[in-house]
């Protein structure tokens, strides 16, 4: 099994498992279904279904559906730390909607669809999209009272296919209903020192678009009371600027501060966002209780929420690709 | 049976002692009580165990066991050994095998420990060196997790004391245990090796070390409620390493550990030999297929999670007693009686 997915709630549950299944001609895959009460029990259930034991041992990705995530999603997770046959490097992701089509769409690929979905998702982290989380990674945060989660999230587009739809955001143990979209996970990840292979942002300049990516990031962090300052220095690399004409110095310093307004203004609405949904997902929290315990607040989630959190950006473009 | 041995072979010993029994999991006891300053009461307790090889090192003459204190610490070594049987037991069938009896586990894990202590006892005293290159490889794998290490878990110091904070000095002397091995050992020290304290401090730094990497690394992987429900921190940071050459890198470690266990309990056994073969005894093989049957037998029928829990929240008593109390009140006691070893060896 690569892939498996969770729908339902703790004694109404169903979940899928995909697996592939090799004929002379072609590699398809395979889906069942479990109810039952708990995963370990719908597992049970789905081995009904199959001629062998199943066997979660390269498990690459868990798909939780969203309804199911708003419960104590450790729950349904507990089975996978305790059997030392799971592998705890797996990718876990939140869907929107049924569980079912996202395995279906998985049927006529040539790669398991765990690998799948791992690559999708490898491939979301790369581009600093979603923060890099397995199944162990996402654990230690599940049981962080300073950290919380923000796991991707993944609708059914259009034409039946997944889609990245952005960030599935958590307070405490439980999905908050509340989600940051592609961009804002970009912003997110820059916010949270997490940055992937390629860190690439857009925006429309003077009715032209520029598109810079990450050349290097420092991000430090002024603590007080109940204000929290965020000052980011960051280098970009120019992607994409047709205007042009950026040997001359002050047309730099035009972009650089347009970029630093617009970069620092979105970055105010990914905070904003994260403080409606009490999500700490920049770790915030560990900072202020190893640094500055004395204001560290237990209910942490809550006292996030009220805090005075500004970013202050440095943007400096430090290479123009090869044209000037 | 007499032996004589070089300061490495000394050390080497008093390593693969003082690590093979609790390094893939000592963390997780001493964290839960003492929370963030973990790494200031194994430090704190390091010390004390420097101090005590100095003065070990400063008073090895005045001690030698009588028949009395032999029979405590057989009984003592013994319980040990048993108890990390059960302990690698219980591993071995919750990570690698869950479908072997654990009497048919013990029996092949206690064949070759009986083998290897059979053997000439320069087996015994070297065998640790192969262990070396697999703790280098165990050291670099761990590190591959470094980018899942979070700093900010270290600290902050001195602030979340549980009203069981100080049982965190107490369980970090586990890491200690085997410390009464230099003292037992150093008389079987060649005549021609000299033990500066330029030494004995190498030896410190490098098994302190060791262990505060573990539990720095530990303290870094996993929060602090997470932590609670992983007893093997060690084996469970190795099993999250993801590499494309193969699957479950963790069962590696679990053979490592089990090599390393293998060493350990024939070092132990060694020096079981040494103390109470001193003088030539008849019948020597025989009698240690008896030991390693009644250790087999024990550990096959205390093999309980129950009563290995009990087993591990307790047993750091005996190391405290064994390692560090009763060695200096014999040396106490020896010194003001005014008996050093070579009287001993007169009167016997």
Redo the contacts between chains.
Sequence with gaps: MSLTGFEGEIGKLTAYYAYPEATTTEMKTVIITGKGVSPRDVRQDAELNVEQTMDL??LSTILISEKTAEDDIYNYLDGY?RD??S???SKLAIVQGDLKPFFEVSEDKQSTAGEYYDRFITSLEENSMVIPY?L??A???????AQDLALPYLKMGEEKHPKAEGLALFSGRSFTGKILTIDEGVLLNILNDSLGFATRISYLYEDSPVTVRINKSKRKLNISEDKIEIPLKLEFILSEFPKDNLDKKNKRLELEKFLQDEIEKDMKGVIKKLQEAKCDAI?LG??V???H?RWFKEDWNEHFSTLDISPKVDVEIVKTGILE | MTIQLTKVQLFLLMFVMQTGFVYTSFQNMVIEHSKRDATIQFLVVAVIFFMQLLFFERMHKYFFLNKFTKALYLIYWTSYIIVFVVYITYVLT???F?NTPESVLIAIFLSVCLYASISRPETAINIGVVLIPMLLLFLLFMFLTVK?L???????FF??RSNTWFMGFIFSTYAFGGAEMYIVLRKYLAKSEKMPKKALAIYFIILTSFYLLSITFTLM??????LK?IPEPILYIL??V?VTFV??L?LFFVYIWLSWSLVTIVNYVLVIRVVYFENKIKYPKVKLLIFFIVVGGTANVMFRFSILEFLKQNLVYGVIAFSFLLPILIIVINKLRGRTVSDSVKSS
Excluded: C, M
Excluded at chain 1, 139 to 145: A, G, M, V
Excluded at chain 2, 221 to 226: H, K, N, T
């Design positions: 041992s390269v730390f030392s046959n592998p705890i490097t397995t162990q990674t654990s230690t945060i599940i049981f962080e009272n770790g560990r900072h209780r190893a640094f315990p | 919750t990570w690698v869950p899942n979070s700093v900010t878990n270290l600290l902050p602030y979340d992987f996993f929060s602090l409620e997470e429900l099993h999250s993801e699957k479950r963790d």
